[in-house]
């Protein structure tokens, strides 16, 4: 009987704290920024159906997809190509990704430790890769490889990845995987995106009234100022464009109507739409008051990405032969871990001066941006 390897790729951990915003010239192919904006939307309705509140990092799933898609073929190449837009040559996005990955690092090398997008890959034997698949990987998506050996020591090794996360995580994250690393595992992949941002010293911190998803409403605490904001206003929405000081990020806040419920919102929203928030929002002299977000969600991505059309590659019917010769690899499963959290001043609070007015005092949705690629880092919904 053929057996079939387990391929795990696992989380992404955020803890984002926000820092106006100016759109840089494009670094990125308009066709991986527009997959990259599409998928990013696709995800996030997809996950956010509940009416909960959820954030997703979804340029970290493209950036990990992208490489598998590389290495993949026949009915897996398709179905990844329809759910994520890849072109259909799958070796000529790599640059692509690497200039998003590289903008990304500029930020985290640039910062303290608090700061940091680390990521890893284990794999049974080295040489069990491609030559050319291996040397691809390694230079466009920046992966480094680990040799294990999940076949003969599937506990040992299992702690070896769990303290290695244990480590990488600031020690937050203890004894993270219990039972998915097996004898069959023959890859596994971690991927941690650590991010303190603030939005700033002129951003100050207050309590205020939330009207919740449920009807319910309740004290929150808020950050607020005054300054001059990217202001994107239509019959059905208004959105806000923050920059995040010392950063390549931005964070954009779209606030539907009162007679739009956030679930119809999300359905409404689409690629075009961020795009003309970014091209077409006018600076405005505004008193600003937006939640302050601490956000942690876990998402297996299977059933996600199941749903999309994108089952295969969880399944003994996977073709990831140009990764290794064979069909004998699938990937399972696939975690996704984000946690955000937002500051800004706390020594004092500040009051509204006859202002026009943009206050976030129900659900709405929100993205932290990079700049010169647009690449919706991560996008979430806030209901309570």
Do not use: C
């Amino acid at each position: 009987m053929k057996t079939k390897f387990i391929f795990i790729a696992t989380f992404l951990i955020l803890l984002l704290t926000f820092h106006q915003y100016t759109i840089a010239e494009d670094t990125v192919s308009s066709d991986i920024q527009a997959a990259n904006t599409n998928f990013a939307i696709t995800i996030f309705k997809n996950i956010a159906k509940n009416n909960e509140t959820v954030a997703v990092a979804p340029y970290s799933i493209s950036h990990h997809i992208a490489a598998l898609y590389a290495g993949s073929d026949n009915e897996t190449k398709r179905q990844i190509q329809n759910v994520f837009g890849f072109p259909e040559d799958s070796f000529s996005i790599g640059i692509e990704f690497k200039k998003i990955f590289t903008l990304l690092n500029a930020f985290f090398n640039n910062n303290t430790d608090d700061s940091f997008a680390r990521s890893n890959i284990w794999v049974q034997d080295t040489n069990y890769i491609l030559k050319e698949y291996y040397d691809y990987v390694s230079d466009n998506f920046l992966l480094s490889f680990d040799k294990s050996d999940f076949f003969n020591d599937p506990d040992g090794t299992k702690d070896r990845i769990n303290t290695w996360i244990y480590s990488k995580s600031g020690e937050k994250l203890k004894d993270y995987f219990q039972k998915e690393i097996k004898a069959t595992t023959r890859m596994a992949i971690v991927d941690l995106f650590n991010a303190n941002l603030s939005l700033g010293n002129k951003f100050y911190r207050s309590t205020s009234n939330f009207n919740f998803a449920d009807g319910s409403a309740g004290q929150i605490y808020y950050l607020s100022s005054i300054g001059d904001f990217p202001l994107y206003e239509t019959s059905k929405f208004k959105a806000i464009t923050i920059d995040i000081p010392d950063t390549d990020f931005f964070m954009t806040a779209l606030l539907p109507t009162n007679d739009i419920t956030i679930s119809d919102f999300r359905a409404y929203l689409t690629a075009d739409i961020f795009d003309d928030i970014y091209k077409n929002s006018n600076i405005t002299k505004l008193f600003v008051k937006v939640p302050e977000l601490s956000i942690s969600s876990k998402i297996d991505l299977r059933q996600n990405l199941t749903s999309l059309g994108m089952g295969d590659i969880f399944t003994g019917r996977a073709d990831f032969s140009k990764i290794t010769g064979t069909t004998d690899l699938f990937l399972n499963p696939y975690i996704q871990e984000v946690s955000i959290t937002t500051t800004g001043n706390n020594d004092m609070s500040i009051s509204n001066t006859n202002e026009t007015e943009f206050i976030i005092d129900k659900p709405f949705i929100f993205t932290i941006v990079q700049k010169q690629s647009n690449t919706i880092i991560v996008i979430g919904e806030v209901t309570k």
